[in-house]
């Protein structure tokens, strides 16, 4: 059982460059998430799908676009990334319900020069 | 506006020591809190979570404490080891509303020496 799988582990880019980091999870859950994390700020929604079909904006959406491919898979998009988007990106989901966990992958971590 | 400010930002303690780390919210339509746990190169795991109907919760070594008059909530680490050594996360949700969100404290890196 894999939980939630996010590809790639490291990326560098440049500044302009786009890229799409992308996360997958097999337990059947409903609802999605990516956070950033940055040193200091602890962990803050980028956007969020509460099901297939659907995206919300979460606390710092901007520079990035989302897509829920189908239940299984939610990427993550910056079209020109910027130094600020330097950081470690987590996908995480947990079924809908407001007190079931969030299960984490492992991250991605993102370096933009 | 942060809605759950945790402290410390850090914390060392010596092994058998008992770390504690403090949240505090503002929203009092919250009444769901858990604690995740993260180790380096990895995502947060969830710990333990309380909800404001219990003043205390205990899993194994892990104890969250719960006032809800003052808004506050903590978590206690009984004989911390080594092992215990991450970062923990504060967060809160509600369950009316936008109930699928968490909001998370900015965390606190806990080191326990041997």
């Known amino acids: 059982n894999a939980g939630v799988t996010q590809t790639p582990k490291f990326q560098v880019l440049k500044t302009g460059q786009s890229m799409t980091l992308q996360c997958a999870q097999d337990m059947n859950h409903n609802s999605m998430y990516w956070y950033r994390q940055d040193p200091g700020m602890g962990l803050r929604l980028i956007y969020y799908?509460?099901?297939?079909?659907?995206?919300d904006k979460g606390e710092v959406p901007n520079g990035y676009n989302v897509s829920r491919l189908n239940k299984r898979e939610f990427s993550l998009r910056l079209e020109s990334a910027a130094p600020s988007q330097t950081s470690v990106y987590f996908c995480a989901s947990k079924l809908g319900q407001y007190n079931s966990p969030l299960h984490f992958g492992n991250g991605t971590r993102l370096t933009v020069t | 506006q942060q809605q759950v400010k945790q402290s410390p930002q850090s914390l060392i303690v010596q092994k058998g020591g008992i770390p504690i780390i403090n949240c505090a919210y503002e929203?009092?339509?919250?009444?769901?809190f858990p604690w995740y746990q993260q180790f380096p190169g990895k995502g947060p795991a969830l710990l333990i979570a309380?909800?404001?109907?219990?003043s205390e919760k205990k899993e194994g070594r892990f104890t969250i404490s719960f006032n809800k008059s003052a808004k506050q909530f903590s978590l206690h680490i009984m004989d911390s080891q080594p092992g215990d050594s991450a970062t923990y996360f504060c967060?809160?949700?509600?369950?009316?509303?936008?109930?699928?969100?968490?909001?998370f404290g900015k965390g606190t890196l806990l080191t326990v020496n041997p």
């Open positions: 799908s509460a099901s297939e079909g659907t995206t």
């Open positions: 967060a809160a949700s509600m369950s009316g509303g936008s109930n699928y969100k968490l909001t």
């Open positions: 929203n009092t339509a919250f009444d769901y």
């Open positions: 309380i909800r404001p109907d219990v």
